[in-house]
């Protein structure tokens, strides 16, 4: 006579068999597991395009009445630091015949109305705009004749949109974050 064998039932610790096909299993996720995370990882982006991502700038290098163009994301970027007149000029035509319609204020961050931040890329094919030329004291793409005013906002010339303005945050009163 010898011993009555066990049985395996609900609830009661797993036999050898059972063990086995637990381990056999796991062993199959975490070998899944390890081929896919080199073709998953592959698709983060690399560090040079995260280190272009976002750009932080000190803007006590920037003279009231001055504009600095960095690059960012392969982009001219238009940091401006606007003069009293050049800000009237803007608010004073918020009301005027816009194509893009946007007031002056939503164009800038609260409380920073001299610091205009812009991506300086023509919205009609992509040129530089320069500052200072056009009709209306802003910026002038010369390739085509858009004419934008203080605010970066599209008045005249064949651009449907204002100048494109970034996120960007202010780390503090002399420090931007664009990104």
């Known amino acids: 006579m010898g011993a009555t064998p066990e049985h395996h039932t609900g609830g009661e610790d797993p036999n050898r068999r059972d ?9 199959a996720v975490g070998a899944v597991g390890g081929l896919a995370w080199p ?3 592959q698709m983060n982006p690399a560090a040079d395009t995260l280190a272009l991502a976002s750009v932080e700038f000190d803007l006590s290098k920037v003279e009231l009445g001055q504009q ?8 001219p970027l238009f940091i401006r630091h606007r003069t009293g007149k050049e800000i009237a000029a803007a608010i004073k035509d918020d009301n005027a015949a816009l194509r893009d319609p946007q007031t002056d204020e939503e164009r800038h961050k609260a409380g920073k109305a001299e610091w205009l931040v812009l991506i300086g890329t023509c919205t009609h094919l992509g040129c530089v705009p320069t500052f200072g030329g056009g009709d209306f004291g802003g910026w002038f793409c010369p390739c085509h004749g858009s004419h934008y005013d203080t605010s970066g906002r599209i008045r005249k010339g064949p651009a ?6 970034p996120e960007y945050t202010f780390l503090s009163d002399s420090k931007v974050k664009v990104g």
Not at 19 to 27: E, G, L
Not at 68 to 75: C, D, N, Q, Y
Request: aromatic fraction near 12%; proline fraction near 4%; charged fraction near 20%.
């Open 19 to 27: 063990f086995i096909h637990i381990a056999a299993t796991v062993a």
């Open 39 to 41: 073709f998953i990882d």
């Open 68 to 75: 600095v163009v960095i690059k960012w994301r392969g982009k």
């Open 160 to 165: 449907p949109k204002n100048l494109a303005v």
